[in-house]
């Protein structure tokens, strides 16, 4: 789909600044839209001024896009097209498309503010709204004011594309259509239905009984439990009342390792060939889905292959994920949110979604970071559903019921900003002398609250990396919680020389401090 729109996008980002290029899943804009403009200004001569950056906010995807664009080129990776992550890079003099993590990009920004010697920047995944992607945004929207010779295309897979083009001062948006195959859906009831799995009152995944206070609370939620009739007349009217039983008792936020494997097995034993995407919360939960699986007989055969997948593997680990088995052997990767964007394991045919998601929050009353299980957003379980029809029609079987997904799924995830501590964002704006932090992070598409930024100073300060002049000692912390918006805060802030040694580490600036302590 993007290269029978290749006249008019490359037009598009010659003729702007900045241009907003919204994609379905599958429709070839991450691969496709940088070579569109390298060609360009190759067939026009000017070859030598390209100097391309394309973030990806994972290494994966980093490698994954950067040697299937040289395949593509008919070259090796690291000549035409080349990628630079954390502690790995393969590039060349010749490199003129560079894909790289959104944190890469930021350490260059530390030794070339203005970013010189680059002629395009593009940004993809802007959707997913990482802290490093939006701090990214804020900084390319102030030097595109000092650069006027630099392009900045923003790839988005989801239709938020106009907020995006709103922060640029409404700039032009190019939709390309998706290129999936058909994609069908069940959900929990679906699979209930399909294995003849039933869930007990005493079952460990099944919901306890809660107390009158703690129901209360829920109701106030909107997440009261339908009884038996209401579930059959107002949601799963055509469904058995084996099915009915297990969705009045089931606790649907727990992922139900048992039902797991055995939609596995029935897929492995009753459908056609195909790999298997399974999409879990975290590193631990991947593991147990393994061992469960492996606790059946089929799942020990030498004709299943199951393959781990999340951040933590080396890259080499990470890329056999995409290696198509010998004929007669079933893979099932078993993945985080990963596997939710950019890459494409081709083999793909049946997605599994737990509907679960690790986020990194912080409880701004006390101060602690914690890593939380929570529901996916509707605009997630679309990208995962998407998975399972890149290269022919798939199957995605979501373990949530259509009641949960209709009234506990949001429609997009808060952005990463408003719900994690900021102290290593504070030492990037202070190390780069972006101007006051208060200031910048104001500037964000969604700012964070006064009272986060207001910790993550008070953190900083308390380390020893910053030194504060509180103009407002007077603002309690309940008031400033009360004002949203960041803008409303007064301080005066200074980089400290510990600041500044803790800002060069990719660590949290208190493990930051206890090395370099520890190094003394």
């Known amino acids: 789909p993007a290269f029978g729109m290749k006249d008019n996008i490359s037009e598009t980002i010659q003729n702007n600044q900045v241009v907003v290029i919204s994609g379905a899943t599958g429709s070839g804009k991450t691969t496709q839209v940088p070579q569109f403009v390298l060609d360009e200004l190759i067939s026009g001569n000017r070859g030598a001024h390209a100097n391309i950056l394309v973030t990806q906010p994972r290494r994966i995807s980093a490698i994954g896009v950067a040697e299937r664009m040289a395949a593509e080129r008919c070259e090796k990776c690291g000549q035409t097209v080349g990628y630079s992550i954390k502690l790995?890079?393969?590039?060349?003099?010749?490199?003129?498309?560079?894909?790289?993590?959104?944190?890469?990009?930021l350490r260059r920004l530390m030794g070339d503010p203005d970013l010189a010697a680059i002629s395009h920047v593009f940004v993809d995944e802007v959707?997913?709204?990482?802290?490093?992607?939006?701090?990214?945004?804020?900084?390319?929207?102030?030097?595109?004011?000092?650069?006027?010779?630099?392009?900045?295309?923003?790839?988005?897979?989801?239709?938020?594309?106009?907020?995006?083009?709103?922060?640029?001062?409404?700039?032009a948006v190019v939709s390309i259509p998706g290129r999936t195959h058909p994609v069908q859906e069940f959900r929990l009831e679906d699979i209930l239905q399909e294995t003849g799995h039933e869930i007990d009152e005493d079952s460990e995944f099944a919901a306890k009984k809660k107390s009158d206070s703690k129901r209360r609370e829920n109701e106030a939620k909107g997440e009261e439990r339908l009884s038996k009739t209401?579930?059959?007349?107002?949601?799963?009217?055509?469904?058995?009342?084996?099915?009915?039983?297990?969705?009045?008792?089931?606790?649907?936020?727990?992922?139900?390792?048992?039902?797991?494997?055995?939609?596995?097995?029935?897929?492995?034993?009753?459908?056609?060939?195909?790999?298997?995407?399974?999409?879990?919360?975290?590193?631990?939960?991947?593991?147990?889905?393994?061992?469960?699986?492996?606790?059946?007989?089929?799942?020990?055969?030498?004709?299943?292959?199951?393959?781990?997948?999340?951040?933590?593997?080396?890259?080499?680990?990470?890329?056999a994920v995409f290696d198509i088995p010998p004929k007669g052997v079933r893979k099932i990767v078993i993945s985080t949110n990963i596997a939710e964007t950019s890459i494409t394991i081709e083999d793909v045919v049946f997605v599994v979604d737990s509907g679960r998601v690790k986020e990194n929050q912080r409880d701004e009353l006390n101060g602690t970071p914690s890593l939380v299980e929570a529901w996916v957003s509707r605009a997630s379980a679309n990208q995962r559903r998407g998975r399972a029809g890149r290269v022919r029609p798939g199957v995605a079987y979501h373990m949530f019921s259509s009641h949960t997904h209709d009234n506990q799924l949001k429609e997009y995830q808060l952005p990463e900003m408003q719900r994690v501590g900021l102290e290593d964002l504070v030492l990037q704006i202070l190390v780069l002398d972006l101007g006051h932090p208060v200031d910048f992070l104001?500037?964000?598409?969604?700012?964070?609250?006064?009272?986060?930024?207001r910790n993550s100073l008070k953190l900083l300060e308390e380390l020893g990396a910053i030194e504060c002049i509180w103009i407002d000692d007077g603002s309690t912390i309940t008031e400033v919680s009360e004002q949203r918006d960041c803008s409303a805060l007064s301080v005066d802030v200074e980089l400290t020389p510990l600041g500044f040694h803790l800002a060069t580490l990719p660590v949290d600036p208190r493990v930051g401090k206890m090395i370099i302590y520890g190094a003394m």
Not at 146 to 158: C, D, E, H, P, Q
């Open 88 to 105: 790995e890079k393969k590039m060349s003099k010749h490199t003129r498309l560079l894909l790289c993590t959104t944190g890469v990009l």
């Open 127 to 171: 959707h997913q709204r990482d802290v490093q992607t939006d701090f990214i945004l804020i900084i390319l929207r102030e030097l595109l004011k000092r650069r006027k010779g630099l392009k900045v295309i923003l790839m988005s897979a989801t239709l938020n594309a106009a907020a995006f083009s709103d922060y640029f001062g409404g700039c």
């Open 230 to 319: 209401a579930l059959k007349r107002l949601y799963y009217p055509k469904y058995n009342s084996q099915v009915i039983h297990s969705l009045s008792v089931v606790d649907e936020s727990l992922v139900n390792y048992e039902l797991l494997a055995r939609l596995l097995e029935h897929i492995c034993m009753t459908k056609e060939e195909g790999a298997i995407l399974v999409f879990m919360p975290g590193m631990m939960e991947i593991t147990k889905a393994i061992d469960e699986a492996r606790k059946k007989e089929f799942f020990q055969s030498p004709s299943v292959l199951m393959l781990p997948l999340h951040s933590s593997l080396s890259s080499s680990e990470q890329t």
């Open 442 to 453: 104001a500037q964000a598409m969604d700012p964070p609250s006064a009272m986060s930024v």
